[in-house]
């Protein structure tokens, strides 16, 4: 009994500890679609964003970084399909489903993008999709309006073409900071 109870404590841990890595072999993202971005006009937000991001050197890293900590420390979850979706909203209501957390994702992405002048060097997008657990996909086996396809994003350095993936909702519960198997549209 004593060492099972090890064995099943060792393989929580490693579970925990390779999370990521799991995710990643076992979801695979497919692009369906992809959502306009919202601008950030809200000085509250926007206050939240420069107090972040001063001082700090704005490359693709960073971008993702601040436009993750900003989303997952102003959001919470909900399952409400009339959740807003407008970031400029989103920092008063504080609830968002994976449409408004990608959209809030995407709006922070952009606004550093514009406000230090690297519109020729990255480029954000809000991607819809669908996803697929060990090649199965999961908005087939629910019958839920809710659940008809996921939000994720993406930014890429022009340059290089260097495409970070990220699905803020995940990043936000699992703290899985990167999604890497996308599907292009079909």
């Known amino acids: 009994m004593n060492k099972a109870l090890k064995i099943i404590g060792i393989l929580i841990v490693l579970?925990?500890?390779l999370r990521g890595i799991?995710?990643?072999l076992a979801v695979e993202y497919e692009k369906i679609g992809e959502r306009p971005a919202i601008e950030i006009e809200d000085d509250k937000l926007i206050q939240v964003i420069d107090s972040i991001s001063r001082d700090r050197k704005i490359d693709l890293n960073e971008i993702v970084e601040i436009s993750s900590l900003i989303t997952r420390k102003n959001l919470r979850f909900t399952f409400d399909n009339?959740?807003?979706?407008n970031p400029n909203k989103l920092i008063y209501t504080r609830k968002g489903n994976c449409?408004?957390?990608?959209m809030m994702f995407n709006s922070i992405a952009d606004?550093?993008?514009k406000q230090n002048d690297l519109e020729d060097k990255y480029e954000s997008s809000h991607l819809v999709g669908r996803l697929r657990f060990m090649g199965i996909d999961v908005h087939r086996l629910i019958d839920?309006?809710?659940f008809k396809d996921h939000d994720f994003n993406a930014i890429v350095n022009l340059d290089t073409g260097e495409r970070i993936s990220i699905d803020p909702t995940v990043n936000d519960y699992l703290r899985i900071s990167r999604i890497s198997?996308?599907?292009p549209e079909n």
């Not at 009339?82 to 979706?85: R, S, T, V």
């Not at 449409?99 to 990608?102: A, I, L, N």
């Open 15 to 17: 579970m925990i500890l």
């Open 22 to 24: 799991l995710y990643r």
């Open 82 to 85: 009339n959740a807003d979706e």
């Open 99 to 102: 449409v408004g957390y990608s």
């Open 111 to 113: 606004y550093l993008i």
């Open 144 to 146: 839920d309006p809710f």
């Open 181 to 183: 198997r996308i599907r």
